[in-house]
């Protein structure tokens, strides 16, 4: 499989790619909902031998037009570049939503950028899409100028597994709740954030647990408490311990990611650890002494262990090709994502 081409300026487009089958949308989270469409795109350009298109913005819309009601993204934007590769789409287009594209007519958007950029020749969407100045164009005008310019529409119906359709924003929900295992049951794969390690407190060593302080920027977190997760550094994958909060007992004023790994010794600084959640502990709690303190570390250590123990990190997951109801298999930590 050759690597997907990202397109982030619609200028760059210098002819319309061959037989384009295109999905549209904000596609944050990447979640199963999500991959059923990208299957979808994946194999109608497969079999027409055309080219597999997403077509999506950087930031999200609301974060140009009303930032206080925009919600904080599940991915980064590299976290989600990587995802959409991962399910074998051709070219990536996500140039950077600004106002003249926030005030662009429907009618524009599909004559200047689906039918003459991308050259679309099918296009498939969720039943709740709508794009265009004040979001005025919806499925039934796509159908309309589909009709006019040649190239077909398809749009599906709410995805859904026993009968819970998947979004984007009860997911977010869950992971603000800290609900993480019902989180990655949405997104079909580990909830995780990437962060570089600095310089903190350096309490945990003094404790008998040594910690990397990550630094992230990612914009939504889990509900601040106690997590056992898996942690990648380089090629190789730990067991772990993460808090995350304002660590109440040393009355922090500033939110903390403190990565414990298990059975680990070296030296992190200035190194990039990725954390894939597994499931929450604790709360943060404010504890009267160090010794109380210690004594909760090693309890949230052995429970750790034992859940690590029976769980693989799920990276990435893909629909069956040839099955189009099966949920998939899933790759573990040694699977399919960079």
């Excluded at 693989?312 to 629909?319: G, K, L, P």
Aim: with cysteine; glycine share 10%.
């Amino acid at each position: 499989m050759s690597a997907m081409k990202i397109i982030r300026d619609l200028n760059n487009i210098r002819a319309p790619f061959p037989n384009a089958v295109v999905t549209l949308g904000n596609f944050d989270g990447v979640h199963l909902g999500h991959r059923e469409i990208f299957r979808k795109v994946v194999s109608r350009a497969r079999a027409i031998g055309g080219t597999a298109v997403v077509f999506t913005f950087w930031p999200h819309p609301l974060k140009l037009i009303d930032p206080g009601h925009a919600p904080p993204l599940i991915n980064t934007q590299p976290e989600k570049e990587r995802l959409i590769a991962a399910s074998g789409v051709d070219v990536l287009v996500c140039p950077p939503f600004t106002y003249e594209l926030a005030g662009m007519p429907p009618e524009h958007f599909v004559d200047d950028v689906l039918v003459e950029k991308l050259g679309a020749r099918h296009v498939i969407v969720g039943f709740d899409y709508a794009f265009g100045r004040k979001r005025a164009g919806n499925t039934d005008f796509l159908i309309n100028k589909g009709r006019e310019a040649g190239f077909g529409v398809e749009v599906l119906g709410p995805i859904t597994a026993e009968g819970v359709q998947y979004s984007s924003t009860r997911i977010r929900e869950l992971i603000a709740e800290g609900d993480i295992s019902r989180a990655n049951a949405f997104l079909g794969r580990n909830f995780n954030l990437e962060g570089t390690v600095v310089s903190g407190a350096r309490r945990g060593k003094g404790l008998g647990f040594p910690t990397a302080n990550l630094a992230s920027s990612k914009e939504l977190l889990p509900r601040p408490g106690v997590y056992a997760v898996k942690v990648r550094w380089r090629d190789a994958m730990y067991d772990g311990v993460v808090n995350l909060g304002w660590n109440p007992t040393f009355r922090n004023d500033t939110l903390s990611i403190e990565v414990h790994l298990i059975d680990f010794s070296g030296d992190l600084y200035g190194e990039i650890l990725r954390v894939y959640f597994v499931e929450r502990l604790r709360d943060e709690v404010q504890f009267a002494s160090i010794a109380e303190l210690t004594r909760a570390i090693e309890e949230d250590v052995r429970r750790a262990r034992d859940i690590l123990a029976q769980s693989n990190v799920v990276e990435f997951r893909e629909y069956l090709a040839d099955n189009p109801g099966a949920q998939g298999g899933a790759d573990d930590a040694r699977g399919s994502l960079p």
